[in-house]
């Protein structure tokens, strides 16, 4: 899961973000393969078991639903990933606000869900809509809840008082019903012919204006209708409705014309296109809702000049034939509109399925339908078979296929525009399914018979930042079992890399992961040089400590020059990281970073400087030394700073330091007695690092004065002399 996933979520984060890969991942399957496929079954059964591991101590999981993010628990989900918002686009577009999972769910009814659900939006708008169709389906396990946009009104008022309610109720009604209001004009009869309500029946509003309309002025009724459906159209292109809102809107209005008598739908649709002239998308849309026998009837009526329709809206009705061979197009012949229109109907008929198939295929297909016994296959040859028509395979020759379409010239941009997002949805597939080999391969060289183009688009896209970002964040999803070919795919992407590595180790909680994105980084050498310097003045601590360690290991003094502003950093961890820098190249603010940090006055600055001093520093942090063993502090921390210093200062045995040890020695005190005598006897311990003669006479003094710490100079002068003799 992202970093940025809420902390306060009641669910295992890395299992709900396999499950929200698993749901994405099983319907492009439901969307690419004939039901009943096996991959269908394998990612639906991937899916439920991800599911009950969600469940195990709760009832159910409730995903919310935003055109561009998914909510759990009330709270966003990553809206930087990719799959998230993908996922939640199409749920969003089938008009669903949230979907609800409970303990129970088993792939059956799962499939069923899913595979009404990746089903055309007009092929749903025809059965009733989605919710009409789940109704009617066994889904006790599945909770479906729908954007309701009945519920949302638009008003200049800065306040929706009482007195204004009947109003907003009136203004909440549908967009089909306020097209039938614009049509009718509002001059019913009294006894309501036409009875509305909140779904006005289409055919019935046909026939009810084809009867009103008879007799009536015809520059009036043409004047009333453009005013109407540009009023509907522009309504419906609105920014923000869902796809199966507008796809419900346009299948009523298809069903409408349908149900107009041929005058009044020649007049209608004379509207209709010139309101579409200019709105190419929108037209295509519209046309598409159409019935065949309406789109017949209006290309007839333009062969007979009984209708006239722009020339966008023309071609738009050419594109439905493909029946014009290349050579008609290159001399500039145009086919008729009558022409189209018998090509369309003998393309559209539904009582000849077979006459697009081949005879010599026909005659194969019906040759193994009659067999009584297929043969089974056995051995490698089943296993040969298996390996040729499962799904990566497949994919991966459609993925090698638009390669080579886009390394060919040919062709216009806006095609190869199209190919680019048709090779970008195929690498999404292939990470949010874990075949991360295959893109390494790619890498490599996606196909010895692709051209230099589509090598080219090829690496653009997989040197995308968000492409690169989406790859790292699968880590957390995959785990360890695909560290390895992640790790050769950031190898062979290289520098674009650096980025997206550095962005994702400055969010990374968990320090084996960001102990592997430094190493990756590292492994780039002196590129990362510029890009990491860059990222020093980041207002987070930890980063900037870590990009100074791995400045570091890059051994290049050429990085000096942007460490040392951080060595009075505010952080200690940091001005720790800066002192091993520049104490690795000898860089003399080393050792003065160390005398501040020993005078400072700080215990924990204090303490963090002994520590880095290692058993070796210039004598210039000798004075620094000494005056730490004559503070004022007789608590725990402060006797255990000044042990600390004598250890420090016994490997190099400096007499000068003698004079200081003396005094402490010699210290009388009523007050800790114990720490003293500890203190004082380490001490006399250390002493036998240094010159005998001048330690020689310090010990007699000792030594003379009895007691425990006599008794202990006495024994180390002994000891001495015998060394000497």
């Known amino acids: 899961m992202a970093e940025n996933t809420p902390q306060n979520l009641d669910f ?14 099983s319907r492009q399957h439901c969307l690419a393969y004939p039901a009943g496929h096996p991959q269908i079954q394998k990612s639906a059964e991937q899916l439920i078991s991800l599911l009950r591991q969600l469940l195990e101590f709760r009832d159910s999981l409730t995903l919310g639903i935003t055109r561009r993010s998914l909510l759990v628990h009330g709270s966003a989900l990553d809206q930087r990933n990719a799959v998230y918002r993908k996922l939640a686009n199409e749920l969003f577009n089938l008009g669903l606000a949230g979907l609800t999972f409970r303990r129970g769910l088993e792939h059956d009814e799962l499939l069923r869900f899913q595979e009404l659900s990746v089903q055309r939006p007009e092929d749903l708008a025809e059965r009733g809509g989605l919710v009409e169709v789940c109704r009617d389906l066994d889904l006790p396990h599945l909770n479906l809840t729908f954007i309701d946009y009945n519920s949302f009104s638009v008003t200049d008022e800065d306040e929706i008082g009482a007195s204004d309610a009947l109003l907003e109720e009136e203004k909440s009604e549908s967009l089909w019903d306020r097209f039938v209001s614009g049509l009718i004009a509002g001059d019913l009869s009294p006894d309501g012919e036409l009875k509305r309500s909140a779904t006005v029946d289409p055919a ?5 204006l084809s009867r009103r309309r008879e007799g009536a002025d015809q520059e009036e009724v043409l004047s009333s209708y453009e005013q109407t459906i540009t009023t509907f159209l522009q309504e419906l292109d609105l920014e923000g409705r869902s796809q199966s809102y ?10 409408f014309v349908d149900g107009l008598s041929p ?24 046309l598409t809702h159409l019935s065949s026998d309406a789109l017949f009837t209006a290309l007839e009526d333009v062969n007979e000049k009984r209708l006239t329709i722009p020339p966008t809206i023309m071609n738009l009705l050419g594109k439905l034939s493909q029946h014009t061979s290349k050579e008609t197009d290159q001399v500039g012949e145009t086919i008729s509109s009558a022409e189209l229109g018998e090509h369309l109907r003998s393309l559209f008929r539904e009582d000849d399925p077979d006459r697009f198939i081949p005879g010599t295929y026909q005659h194969l297909l019906h040759s193994i339908v009659s067999m009584d016994d297929i043969p089974t296959l056995e ?46 949805e195929l690498l999404r597939y292939f ?15 996606p196909n010895r018979s692709a051209k230099r183009n589509g090598s080219t688009d090829l690496t653009i896209l997989l040197a995308d930042n968000s492409f690169l970002e989406e790859i790292l964040a699968a880590m957390s999803i995959w785990g360890r079992d695909k560290f390895a070919a992640i790790t050769e795919l950031i190898r062979k992407i290289g520098t674009p890399f650096i980025e997206p590595l550095i962005n994702r180790m400055a969010v990374e909680k968990r320090m084996s992961l960001r102990r592997y994105y430094l190493d990756r980084l590292e492994e780039m050498g002196d590129a990362i040089r510029e890009p990491v310097m860059l990222h020093l003045r980041d207002s987070r601590w930890y980063v900037v400590r870590n990009l100074v360690a ?17 060595i009075n950093h505010p952080h200690p961890k940091v001005r720790v990281e800066v002192f091993k820098t520049l104490r690795q190249f000898n860089d003399p603010q080393a050792n003065q970073y160390l005398a501040r940090e020993l005078d400072s006055g700080d215990r924990g600055r204090q303490w963090q400087a002994i520590r880095q001093l290692d058993g070796s520093f210039n004598p210039e942090l000798f004075e620094s030394l000494l005056r730490l063993l004559e503070i004022k502090d007789q608590s725990v921390d402060g006797f255990a700073l000044k042990t600390a210093v004598v250890d420090t200062l016994e490997p190099f045995g400096n007499p000068a330091a003698l004079p200081v040890l003396e005094r402490v020695l010699q210290t009388r005190s009523l007050l800790h007695g114990g720490r003293w005598l500890r203190l004082k006897q380490h001490i006399i311990l250390s002493l036998s ?7 020689g006479e310090i010990l007699e003094l000792l030594a003379a004065s009895g007691g425990d710490l006599g008794e202990q100079a006495d024994a180390l002068l002994k000891t001495l002399q015998r060394r000497k003799s």
Do not use: W
Request: charged content about 30%.
């Open 379 to 424: 051995g490698m040859a089943v296993e040969e078979l298996r390996a040729e028509i499962s799904a990566e395979p497949v994919d991966s020759q459609v993925c090698n296929v638009v390669i080579d379409l886009l390394g060919n010239e040919e062709g216009s941009e806006q095609d190869r525009e199209e190919l680019r997002q048709i090779l970008l």
């Open 431 to 445: 990470l949010e399914t874990g075949q991360f080999d295959y893109l390494v391969g790619l890498q490599r060289g």
């Open 550 to 566: 791995l400045l570091r290991r890059l051994n290049d003094p050429v990085t000096l020059h942007g460490i040392r502003s951080l």
């Open 246 to 255: 507008r796809t419900e809107a346009l299948g009523k209005l298809g069903s």
């Open 263 to 286: 005058e009044l739908r020649r007049q209608f649709l004379s509207s209709t296109f010139n309101t579409l002239g200019a709105q190419n998308e929108l037209a295509e849309e519209v």
């Open 12 to 25: 295992d984060t890395k299992i709900l973000s396999k499950f929200i890969y698993a749901l994405n991942i």
């Open 689 to 695: 690092s240094y010159p005998r003669k001048e330690v």
């Open 204 to 208: 019935l509003v046909a026939e009810y």
